[in-house]
């Protein structure tokens, strides 16, 4: 008997041994995520890697860029070829623009990995986020990356810290009733009461232009800068705008000026922290103030229930989100967070699996999204998720980033049944008249490139405020025509009428 007990130990320990051997052996693959805070995963990744062994064939590792690095990263990785980086963020406003990358050769074509390993992502991901995802790459017509099936409609908002506004003897009426062009007299009385050291007006610049212009990005743009504009009518966004179905460059119209104008006055008054006009320091500048609430009115582009959200509680004041006009669905959104295979990984299929398995299954985006149960949070007796604030602290991923976020759990500070107001919430936003415009920019690459290297020179500055529109606004218009916007311009027109049958 002692024997057999023995012989059935050495079995055991044999087994266990060949399974450890066997997942040292798996290869790993690499994923780059964008907008994260998170300085601690060995715990998920434990997880991760135990739970993906035999359904995906890998092992994970993940860079976790944020808001401040990511663009550099990711063009670096893609351009330089590097293998050793599988799967990157993408979407239609990123630096790897997801239209223009796929053109160039950058991602992987996913329709046959779809065919053979996809019908539980296809079961997960609506039909219309495949669609807006299916464009002409360099492998011709096809999905190119997969698609989140997050906020799939635009909505750009004020961030109002109503903690300080309600100080001030203001309230969320008066910032409607005043909005962009009467804000001096809100932030004149928070320089009075916060000091000249306080900045009342936290701003990502290109998102305050889209806000107050009206003007929406053409999918297929510069990615970083956005050259081009359709206008929204803001009273109903499914109708035509003032100038109809016309792209513009947007920096030649009257309500860029004016916009810009309103800035500059607002950045010499002290009301703007100069930061926010340079590209290296912008991004970290609007998120760390964001996160300690050191501003009073600020720009977001919002998503439903992101006022629940850990980025937002964190901040420990009253904040809301004031609409500049009703949510709308456009191409921009529809392809707002995506994730490719990089042309240049060495482990396509098991890239792919991971990614179809992290869209569809609840207990895996649930774990890279959220952290390890009785860790990074518990659940209460309602089942609703609640977060562990110090192990939050080191592990915040930007979930809208990551993938699907309806197979994720309502956490307490949503409520329950989260998800579902979520998903009829988008069900019910209007289209744009152009949706599902892609600019194909490949005739005018050299135009583009050229133009984007003008557009880093001038845009953010003056969008900004931070320099004088009277002088600077001519220079960057004669700039950009002497590096070929007509000529963009007018191929990007050609095809949305095309698009459009005229």
């Known amino acids: 008997m002692k024997k057999i007990v023995s012989l059935f130990l050495t079995l055991v320990m044999l087994l266990g041994l060949c399974a450890a051997v066997q997942a040292d052996d798996l290869p790993t693959i690499t994923i780059m995520f964008h907008g994260s805070n998170v300085s601690d995963d060995s ?5 991760v890697n135990e739970y993906i062994a035999d359904k995906v064939g890998a092992k994970l590792e993940v860079i976790w860029g944020t808001w401040g690095d990511f663009d550099e990263k990711v063009v670096n990785t893609l351009v330089s070829g590097d293998s050793d ?69 635009t909505q750009n908002t004020w961030d109002v810290n109503v903690t300080l506004l309600n100080e001030l003897g203001y ?12 804000f001096g007299e809100i932030f004149a009385k928070a320089k009075e009461v916060k000091g000249d050291s306080f900045y009342p007006f936290l701003v990502e610049p290109m998102v305050a232009e889209r806000m107050v212009t009206n003007s929406i990005i053409i999918a297929g743009d510069v990615g970083n800068t956005n050259l081009l504009s359709l206008y929204l009518n803001p009273e109903d966004v499914s109708a035509e705008g003032a100038y109809g179905n016309q792209i513009l460059n947007k920096f030649a119209t009257p309500e860029y000026k004016a916009f810009v104008e309103k800035m500059h006055e607002y950045y010499e008054a002290g009301y703007i922290n100069p930061a926010l006009a340079v590209a290296e320091t912008s991004n970290d500048t609007r998120t760390n103030a964001q996160k300690t609430a050191d501003y009073l009115i600020g720009t977001q582009s919002y998503a439903y229930g992101y006022e629940f959200s850990a980025d937002v509680l964190a901040r420990g004041v009253e904040v809301a989100f004031v609409p500049c006009t009703d949510a709308y669905v456009d191409t921009t959104a529809s392809q707002g967070a995506m994730m490719a295979i990089s042309s240049a990984s060495e482990h396509v299929e098991e890239s792919f699996k991971f990614l179809a398995l992290l869209n569809s299954d609840p207990y895996l985006m649930t774990l890279l999204n959220y952290g390890v149960e009785g860790i990074h949070y518990t659940r209460n007796d309602d089942g609703l998720v609640v977060f562990n604030a110090d192990a939050r602290a080191t592990y915040s991923p930007w979930t809208n980033g990551m993938g699907n976020v309806t197979i994720l759990p309502d956490t307490e500070s949503e409520g329950k049944g989260f998800r579902e107001a979520f998903k009829a919430y988008y069900a019910g936003a209007k289209a744009v008249p152009a949706l599902g415009y892609v600019f194909d920019n490949s005739a005018v690459a050299n135009e583009m490139a050229a133009l984007s290297n003008v557009a880093a020179q001038y845009a953010l500055a003056l969008d900004c405020g931070a320099t004088d529109p009277e002088t600077e606004l001519p220079k960057f218009l004669e700039a950009l025509e002497a590096a070929g916007m007509q000529t963009y311009l007018d191929a990007a027109n050609a095809q949305l009428n ?5």
């Open 43 to 47: 715990a998920v990744l434990e997880k």
């Open 85 to 153: 980086v599988d799967m990157v963020f993408t979407c239609s406003w990123s630096a790897d623009e997801y239209n223009s990358y796929a053109k160039n050769g950058y991602f992987v074509k996913l329709d046959d990995l779809i065919a053979k390993y996809g019908a539980d992502l296809k079961a997960a991901i609506p039909e219309s986020l495949m669609q807006a995802a299916t464009i002409e790459g360099a492998d011709g017509m096809g999905i190119y990356a997969v698609n989140g099936f997050k906020d799939t409609a």
């Open 498 to 502: 095309a698009y459009l049958g005229k």
């Open 171 to 182: 309230t969320l009426d008066d910032v409607k009733k005043l909005g962009f062009f009467g």
